[in-house]
């Protein structure tokens, strides 16, 4: 078991990760709250709830907590504000107040919309969460940002709200179909690029073993990954723009995540595709060689496959002009200035881009033939 | 023309009350802010954009802004979390961005749900608040509390968004219905009641030309009100509870709200019986004496007509349940002390709550007769 800090001023917290922790989150939330809860809001979703409930509400009961359960229904095309609507409701139904706690357990959707109810409800009460994904693991969990998406884009709508404390249980790992757990994996990879090169290393290394889940190099890669979240996370009220960093293959992995209606590709493998493409940008900006380009393309593609985008390039520009990320209507894009350095543009030709989807596209057909 | 100070540590801001100051919105928004937002989105509804569009298109198109325009539906029924989606929907096709702000002109409604919106807009952005009703002035343009409604409940999603600045204009108050300009009276006889004794005599000896809207008394009597809320909101971060005090008459009055399904009457008119209800308590708590409460409760009346409560006992007692207020489910009263003297109870019996509310149906009846 490994704690790991995340040093936000205003609200540092822990984030615990290990074999088997899930089973005792009931007493570290005890810990970490000084205090019982009045009600326990467990927020999850039915696949994961059939395989884990039992463990988590063991947990709770044995801590001495009062929870009841509400289920959100899986995947990102119900990550709207009806959806959030409906658990408030059911949180007044149930007679949460402001001594509450909402305790998210499931994927990013779980913990994005379940962080967003605790952040509106009654204007805030706290949330714990228990990411029970590979993608939620390394980055929905941690940081805050909390939302849903709305009709024009993704996560317009939300707030930053830190959880209380995060607990990460690799065994339920254990549970993730293998699509999933490779689209996490590729949030991993990101943090590889980004900031830590011995992660990209142990990436390269140990792919036969983390694709099998062996224990140990999991551990290590998720414990990593948190880390550069937390360091980055951590350190943006201070530097402000660092943060951004964490965006890197996000600008056009949104658009393309929107474009086919969340519903071709899950959030990691659009991601995947960004990453391909800020790195074909940051080649053609002249701001990374083509030897880099290709050991980190490589990368990301040994840990495919990729699924095919099958929408119009047009249709995908139409949704970078809604990104969160512009300024005035500008697309920034986070591109790499070498090994574990980014720097932010946004002075990329609106052909380089259209190319860039082109190939993209062009590519995500052949190796899906 | 005035200007308060609202201190906030994270975030102090002006709040600026005079005669035509709507004229100088969009000069004051560009120096409090020391740039020009990409884009405004001005959220209004229509009855008072019908009256005072015009002096604020006027007065940021002449400072230069880009502004564009989102009516909501008038009437508290409409504060809910549908019609801030479609605020957002409406921002994201606008192409507002995170450089850009939100200003509310509007009453009470308007600058909750704007302020709302403009929280979790990608995840927050500013608003300045143009309060138009007397209740917005004194009440919900300051503080930062934001939010909607839910089914169980009113304002059970929200959240703190503190505005950066807030102008107020009197002039708005002319065409302001009486039942409206009344209700907001209400609010300013709370600030009174619970916080500045020169008020309650003002209001005492001023009644005639208050009711009439001569300009001298009803600009004193908000700076008052103002000064009461900024004072309240400012120590609030070091006192915790003193907040509370600023709940005097909400306890009773949101649930008469909620019971009447929010149409019988306006939120100052609900609170002012809430007021008369929590004075009763008081009295039979033996908090307040009986001279005192005559007093009081006489002045509220004096500023009436209140229209009748229509709605049994236990529908009003059912609403209590879910109150914000609550603390693992029971209600909590801030009740009177003395003069400007309250303090919060959660040990009124239920056996009490019931018999004061049957005297305020009883009550409400005959003087509606």
New interface residues.
């Given amino acids: 078991m490994k704690s790991i800090r995340v040093s936000i001023t205003s609200s540092p917290y822990n984030v615990i990760i290990g074999q088997g922790t899930l089973a005792q989150a009931g007493k570290q939330i005890i810990s970490v709250l000084g205090r019982r809860p009045?009600k326990c809001c467990v927020i999850t979703a039915q696949p994961i709830w059939k395989h884990w409930g039992k463990v988590l509400e063991a947990s709770l009961k044995n801590a001495g907590l009062n929870a009841f359960v509400l289920k959100i229904p899986d995947g990102e095309r119900h990550k709207n504000?009806?959806e959030?609507?409906k658990l408030?409701?059911g949180m007044?139904?149930h007679?949460a107040?402001?001594?509450s706690i909402v305790i998210a357990l499931g994927g990013g959707v779980v913990c994005d919309m379940a962080g967003f109810a605790a952040?509106?409800?009654?204007?805030?009460i706290p949330v714990v969460q228990l990411p029970s994904t590979l993608l939620a693991q390394v980055d929905a969990a941690i940081g805050g940002?909390t939302?849903v998406d709305?009709?024009?884009?993704k996560?317009?709508?939300?707030?930053?709200h830190q959880p209380h404390l995060v607990i990460e249980d690799t065994e339920t790992l254990r549970t993730l179909p293998q699509r999933e757990y490779r689209a996490g994996l590729f949030e991993v990879i990101k943090c590889g690029i980004i900031r830590d090169p011995r992660l990209f290393q142990v990436l390269e290394d140990e792919r036969k073993a983390i694709l099998a889940r062996k224990q140990d190099p999991v551990q290590h890669i998720i414990e990593a990954s948190v880390k550069v979240k937390a360091d980055v996370v951590s350190a943006d009220e201070r530097e402000g723009d660092l943060r951004r960093v964490l965006n890197f293959g996000h600008t056009i992995g949104h658009a393309i995540e929107a474009a086919t209606g969340y519903k071709q590709l899950l959030h990691g493998e659009a991601v995947a595709w960004g990453m391909i493409a800020a790195i074909q940008i940051s080649c053609r900006m002249k701001t990374l060689n083509n030897e880099l380009a290709t050991l980190m393309t490589d990368q990301i593609k040994s840990y495919g496959p990729l699924p095919a985008i099958r929408v119009r390039r047009e249709h995908i520009i139409s949704f970078l002009?809604?990104d969160?990320k512009?300024?005035?209507?500008v697309p920034h894009f986070i591109l790499l200035a070498g090994v574990c350095s980014t720097v932010v543009r946004n002075d990329v030709p609106m052909s380089l881009i259209r190319e860039v989807i082109d190939s993209l596209l062009t590519h995500s057909k052949i190796s899906n033939k």
């Fill in positions: 009045a504000l009806h959030v609507e408030l409701v007044a139904k007679g107040d402001r001594t952040s509106i409800y009654m204007r805030g940002k939302g709305l009709k024009p884009g996560n317009l709508a939300g707030s930053f002009a809604s969160k512009n300024v005035a209507g």
